[in-house]
Structure formats: C-alpha cells, structure tokens
C-alpha cells in the first residue's frame, strides 16, 4: 500500500509540475499580448490628440478664411485637402481603436 501511495504522491507532484510548465508560455504571451496592447493604446491616444489638434487649426483657418470672404478658388482646394486628411487620419485612429477592441475579446 506504501507503493502505491507513494506512486501516487510522485504522479500528482509530476501532473501539477507539468502544468507549471504548461501554464508558464501562456502566461507569458498574455503579458506580451497585454504590452502590445499597452502600445497600441498609446499610439491611439497619440493619434487622437493629433486629430483635435489638425480640427482646431483647420477651424481657426476656415474662420479667419471665411471673414476674407474666401476670395481665393487655391484656398478653398487646400481647406477641402486639408479636411480629407483630418478625415483620413479619424478613419485610421477608428480602425485601430477596433483593432484594439478584437484584440482585447480575443484575449478574453
């Protein structure tokens, strides 16, 4: 009976071992998975403030631009250029705001 008591002690020991082992690389890709996360946010949060940023200087431009009357066709092309990009650079800090949303229901 001692045999088989300690065989069982040893097996149990090696099973939660093993686990250890197991466990170990998918807790260490979830710390990966989570800095990468971490980065994606702070370009996000970077990307967004450079967004108000581009808005408030298109608006005070499109103010002053409006009070002359917009007398200039060139200056009117470059506030519809200018407003495309702004709207570029929303489309991409959405796309990577869903980016970050599949990647954190991935990892749930």
Same mark, same amino acid.
Do not use: C, M, Q
């Given at each position: 009976m001692? *045999?088989?008591g300690s065989i069982i002690v040893l097996?149990?020991? =090696? +099973?939660?071992?093993s686990f250890f082992f197991a466990l170990?690389?998918? *807790?260490?890709q979830r710390r990966r998975a989570i800095e990468k996360l971490k980065l994606v946010n702070e370009a +996000? %949060? &970077? &990307?967004? /403030?450079?967004? =108000?940023r581009l808005q408030e200087r298109h608006d005070v431009i499109l103010k002053e631009i409006s009070s002359y009357y *917009?007398?200039?066709? /060139?200056l009117q092309e470059a506030l519809v250029t200018a407003r495309a990009a702004i709207n570029d %650079?929303?489309?991409? %800090?959405? /796309? *990577?705001?869903r980016l970050q949303l599949n990647i954190l229901n991935s990892l749930s």
């Open positions: 001692d *045999l088989y097996s149990t020991i =090696a +099973l939660s071992g170990n690389p998918i *807790l260490r +996000l %949060v &970077a &990307a967004e /403030e450079n967004v =108000a *917009l007398a200039n066709s /060139e %650079v929303s489309t991409f %800090v959405i /796309e *990577l705001r």
